[in-house]
């Protein structure tokens, strides 16, 4: 009878409206199944994982599967999510990058280690200093142009010179110097092949390029991450002095709704960079998942069409499972109203 009393009262409390025990502590996740009943939170199974791995700070049980004594669901009643959020991120600064489930893992426990472990954002912290001038200096594996071999390159960022620089050992000065406003970043796990692996983008000469880039270290790869993220910030909010801190954020970095390969027919202009801009449906743009009568994809046959006022971009992927995917993505992107 205990046992089950521990249980329906967890399960209560986890549904109980306002006490923030809905969703994951710290990634978000509905309907979370896990608890840490030394830190008073809920979570979902994945971060219970990355918790299992801080045995000092948080020990977890699942609420369905494990007993539960009466002193630990006293405990997890008087805590709780809403509570461990005002106590472990009081003061988290704007900038920083707050990880879905969807995230990658670096992403996920670098978040559940600053808040927990490393007590960053406590009201009383100053170890978050780091990153939030957006000035950083410091080597990371950088993988080549024209191969597949990472090699140590020395990166210097500065919100205050507006610039991200990188040298190699054979140049006197930078090899590239890269504008702040163009810059962006995201983690690539899959791409890179590397479980810290970032993505740095931005624009030179009208073209796209990318720096594929990692660290041994998770926790020097987030810092670089999110002190990119505070340089973004910096560059935007002093950019744009009047806009609230809530249309910029979004604005910092971006992630890609898709990515991947399919082949392109039809023609092509002089105008043409690499680029279809995306609108909305309300101002004629459309996807259809068909090829046009009489066109047919060179090797793959799953065709979609994107279809925009001035003229039709023609696709082909590799299979239905990848149109489905594109379809999906594209459709998102088109749902949302345009704005300025």
């Not at 954002?121 to 957006?134: E, L, N, Q, R």
Request: charged share 25%.
């Amino acid at each position: 009878m205990e046992r089950d009393s521990g249980r329906t009262g967890l399960l209560g409390l986890l549904r109980a409206s306002g006490a923030g025990n809905t969703r994951c502590a710290d990634c978000g996740a509905p309907d979370p199944e896990w608890a840490s009943y030394t830190l008073g939170v809920f979570i979902c199974l994945n971060c219970s994982g990355i918790h299992r791995n801080l045995p000092e700070i948080s020990r977890v049980k699942s609420l369905r599967l494990d007993f539960w004594e009466h002193d630990l669901v006293e405990f997890m009643k008087k805590h709780g999510n809403l509570c461990a959020k005002a106590i472990y991120e009081a003061e988290v600064p704007p900038f920083y990058y707050v990880p879905q489930s969807k995230d990658c893992l670096v992403l996920r426990e670098q978040w559940i280690r600053a808040k927990y472990e490393r007590k960053e954002f406590v009201a009383t912290s100053i170890s978050h200093d780091a990153c939030t001038s957006g000035s950083r200096e410091g080597f990371l594996w950088k993988r080549g142009r024209d191969s597949k071999q990472f090699l140590p390159r020395q990166f210097i960022l500065s919100a205050r010179d507006g610039v991200l620089k990188y040298y190699t050992k054979e140049s006197k000065g930078p090899k590239a110097v890269i504008s702040i406003k163009d810059l962006n970043a995201m983690f690539q796990t899959e791409k890179i092949q590397n479980s810290h692996g970032l993505q740095i983008t931005y624009s030179e000469g009208g073209q796209t390029r990318n720096l594929f880039v990692y660290h041994e270290s998770g926790k020097e790869i987030v810092d670089w991450f999110n002190a990119i993220r505070a340089a973004r910030f910096h560059y935007l909010r002093t950019t744009f002095p009047t806009a609230p801190e809530s249309e910029l954020v979004p604005k910092i970095t971006r992630s890609y709704f898709k990515e991947g390969y399919m082949e392109k027919t039809g023609p092509t202009d002089a105008f043409e960079t690499g680029r279809v801009i995306i609108g909305s449906k309300e101002h004629g743009y459309e996807v259809r998942a068909s090829l046009p009568r009489g066109v047919k994809g060179r090797r793959w046959k799953a065709g979609l069409t994107i279809v925009t006022p001035k003229r039709e971009f023609v696709f082909a992927c590799e299979n239905d499972r990848e149109q489905k995917e594109w379809m999906e993505a594209l459709n998102e992107i088109i749902s949302q109203p345009m704005t300025a």
